[in-house]
């Protein structure tokens, strides 16, 4: 009799945002028309730029005839693609070579795929809250997971001290979803140098970097001295460039990655190999697009639009006085729960009196109590009239 | 210090196909000009149909646009494109539900990242000649595996006897890729009864099952009785409808595939949760168009000219009297090397004298020894051609 993967009985059941979706449902059929405010979920709303559009319906038309048809893709991508990013990190100071960046189909299949590289026995640093996938998939990989808790206290960009467990493998996703909190360039060089003393490597999650406005916070963790020897960084195109559902990402592992004398990048090559046959060429067509010069143009005009969503909220939460981590670096503001609710309590108390949708904090782990997440994704009129009602909730409950 | 992997070190170095690309880039530099006819690599050459091409364009214009722009898509595929592949199966007398069925991006994705829901411990039946990502993928997983021999007296379609180790998975390709072999239903048959039997699992790739020809030939595992409770079935657009650069595929999980009390369908639902954010909408958009009337009829005219190319060159090897599998119900022909050749000299023959390129049985497993692999997705004007010249030099050889 074949033997499962035992470690599937380990998850927990992940009922997040099936529970909002349920709850939200309930709410909308007692009360017919009723229009609700969905800050909940982190996917984008703006349509693709034009610049990348074009890309895309050329790269559909080269697939229509004989002589630009392609087929198999190179498995690590396209090197037009490849290079392009190379130049794009060049350009910001971080020197890297086509050969260090694999296309991939998106940050969380990567995220996912990439432990495939390392030893189950290992361990993992996961800072929390976070993003739920990473806890499933080392648990899916059977590995041992260290919890290290962002707070208050810590601005939610916890660094390694004296008590930090030596975990194989650190998490560290900055711009940070659920908290918006970013890690300052001095907190990344202490992970840094915590990871190469002990032969750590660092998973560092970059797909919110598009959203950095401050000039000190650093967008890849290669700006760091000595991270070229102890990291790989996961990007995607989802917030950057509007591509949840377009699918698009990259991966970044120096040549200089090496544990026991094993190179982490030709490893990786020989993974891709194995286990893929590319990422489609009309996507890699679109992800050209969007490091081109009028592309990152347009992309960024869409960011705008994110930022001033982030601002309409920044700005009630300012002047009510309330505690809140992220909506300036990223598209992720943590707002602190109204005193003496919980995280789901919140939530219910924002849906019934003011149906505004958010995250309960505790969907990101129990370190997440206490806050709600609200994401900058929705239009500029529902995210403005959503900033109002929180505005005059919270009044409300103050007086 | 952190552990890696150290399977990847059991990996032998796979050089199959780039030492046929050193091979011919030193014909033709030492031979400038000379036409060569690449019938080495399986990928197809012919245009996607127009309807999924039209299918595609108004996609890329629906993310353009605010009203129509497509966010996230749900992991396990588009409910449309789920539901119009089980009515595909269902027209075939195999009934499935839309929740049987997984969107993916490609049978070599999936075929590496099923192993996900096995324990590592276990053991893999390969039956070779084999596409040498099987072997790859399990040894990367550090699984056993017990190599089956598919050999003349088998016709490459070898089923169990006494003497078959029991393998926890078994991976069966039909039609299959290197030799063009069919599994008929009844060697089928058998080999689910020792699933069912052992409690083993087969991954059945199906990426073929578009060029069967012969009404006998299952084109699904599941038209066997009794494998919905021991196989999965991993499918592709690749060859279907020319989706080798433009990437989809589907997996077939039945409800009833358990084994502990756990069910698979149940596990990769949780596991494509974590470990994926869905498959492109664009992308999904292409592939309902293949599986409309018009799709279907117009991918069946494309696989007609490759068919058309398999007859010229079977109907050549017929006439010399040569033995070779596959071509009928295969896009690939499976070749006798010449008496006193091995199949590397006899490539270097091949490229040498008429300049044709094939694919050396070898370097699909030693059981490819003595056979030459031709794949029918060149032109049809440089098959007919390859197909004479084969005739000439083997003609010549002969007498």
């Known amino acids: 009799m074949i033997k499962l993967n035992e470690n599937y009985g380990n998850l927990k059941d992940s009922y997040l945002f099936f529970n909002i979706k349920q709850k939200v449902d309930k709410y909308?059929?007692?009360?017919?028309?009723m229009k609700i405010y969905r800050m909940g979920i982190g996917d984008v709303t703006l349509p693709l730029a034009w610049c990348v559009i074009d890309a895309l319906s050329n790269a559909v038309a080269d697939q229509a005839q004989k002589g630009t048809f392609h087929g198999y893709m190179p498995e690590c991508g396209m090197p037009e693609l490849r290079e392009i990013i190379a130049a794009f990190y060049n350009g910001r100071g971080v020197e890297l070579t086509p050969g260090d960046v694999f296309v991939s189909s998106g940050a969380s299949d990567e995220l996912g795929d990439i432990l495939d590289l390392f030893d189950s026995s290992g361990s993992s640093i996961i800072m929390e809250p976070a993003y739920p996938a990473y806890v499933d998939a080392n648990i899916i990989a059977g590995r041992r997971i260290f919890h290290v808790t962002g707070n208050e206290a810590n601005g939610f960009a916890p660094v390694p001290d004296n008590d930090t467990p030596v975990g194989d493998l650190i998490y560290i996703c900055s711009p940070n979803n659920p908290t918006g909190a970013v890690f300052s360039k001095d907190a990344l060089r202490k992970w840094v140098d915590f990871a190469n003393l002990?032969?750590?490597?660092?998973?560092?999650?970059?797909?919110?970097?598009?959203?950095?406005?401050?000039?000190?916070?650093?967008?890849?963790?290669?700006?760091?001295?000595?991270?070229?020897?102890?990291?790989?960084?996961?990007?995607?195109?989802?917030?950057?460039?509007?591509?949840?559902?377009t699918r698009l990402g990259y991966t970044v592992i120096?040549?200089?990655?090496?544990?026991?004398?094993?190179?982490?990048?030709?490893?990786?090559?020989?993974?891709?190999?194995?286990?893929?046959?590319?990422?489609?060429?009309?996507?890699?067509?679109?992800?050209?697009?969007?490091?081109?010069?009028?592309?990152?143009?347009?992309?960024?005009?869409?960011?705008?639009?994110?930022?001033?969503?982030?601002?309409?909220?920044?700005?009630?939460?300012?002047?009510?006085?309330?505690?809140?981590?992220?909506?300036?670096?990223?598209?992720?503001?943590?707002?602190?729960?109204?005193e003496g609710y919980t995280s789901w309590e919140s939530f219910d108390l924002l849906l019934n009196e003011i149906q505004v949708v958010g995250t309960p904090g505790q969907g990101f782990g129990d370190a997440g109590e206490g806050f709600i997440r609200f994401s900058t994704f929705a239009s500029p009129e529902d995210t403005k009239e959503a900033a109002l009602r929180i505005f005059d909730l919270l009044t409300r409950m103050k007086g």
Not at 28 to 33: N, R
Not at 292 to 297: H, I, K, L, Q, Y
């Open 28 to 33: 909308v059929a007692g009360h017919p028309g």
């Open 254 to 338: 120096p040549g200089e990655l090496k544990r026991g004398g094993l190179c982490l990048n030709d490893m990786w090559v020989r993974n891709r190999t194995t286990k893929t046959n590319g990422v489609s060429y009309v996507l890699q067509k679109g992800g050209l697009a969007v490091f081109s010069d009028e592309g990152r143009r347009e992309i960024m005009e869409n960011i705008r639009i994110y930022k001033q969503n982030a601002r309409y909220l920044t700005d009630a939460l300012d002047r009510l006085g309330v505690t809140y981590y992220g909506g300036r670096n990223a598209p992720y503001i943590f707002m602190k729960c109204p």
């Open 198 to 245: 002990h032969g750590s490597i660092i998973l560092f999650d970059a797909a919110y970097e598009a959203f950095i406005e401050s000039p000190s916070v650093p967008h890849s963790i290669f700006e760091i001295e000595g991270a070229r020897t102890c990291a790989i960084e996961i990007c995607s195109l989802s917030k950057t460039a509007g591509f949840t559902g």
